[in-house]
């Protein structure tokens, strides 16, 4: 049976791993040395929910495309707790500029079923056209289609 504290993790991770690529190229290159080193605890079940909250926390700030002390430098050898290596000031601002992105959930009444996001309105042969180009990397778009009912 897998372990609860890895599953939250390596989702936490996969998430992480993919909004670093809307950072910058030198704080990926960070961002990626606190992955790793985030993945070598792996030890105790206390180990994990350090890094658990790490992971976390570190989710926050790219949600909010913001990277602060002490993630925008290399991490240290020996991991402590969280409140304890991050600024409270840090840890603050983050929850701030979050508190924005998470606005929705306090309404779940609101409007529900209703469109909430706007698109912009095109011919279909446009659609290559309003994509955004990666400047590293690719994108794949892949679409499915079948004559069968759910």
Request: with cysteine.
């Amino acid at each position: 049976m897998a372990n609860p504290l890895d599953e939250n993790f390596f989702y936490n991770s996969m998430l992480a791993k993919a909004l670093v690529q809307l950072l910058p190229p030198n704080e990926r290159s960070i961002m990626r040395m606190w992955f790793d080193r985030l993945l070598e605890l792996d030890r105790t079940n206390i180990e994990k929910e350090i890094r658990n909250e790490y992971m976390w926390f570190i989710l926050l700030m790219l949600q909010c495309q913001k990277i602060r002390d002490p993630f925008n430098a290399v991490p240290p050898n020996e991991i402590e707790n969280l409140r304890d290596l991050v600024p409270s000031k840090v840890y603050e601002e983050i929850l701030v500029a979050n508190d924005d992105n998470m606005a929705w959930l306090d309404r779940p009444d609101e409007k529900e079923g209703g469109r909430r996001v706007q698109f912009k309105e095109s011919a279909p042969s446009n659609f290559f056209h309003n994509q955004p180009l990666p400047n590293e990397g690719i994108i794949c778009y892949l679409s499915a289609f079948s004559d069968r009912g759910l």
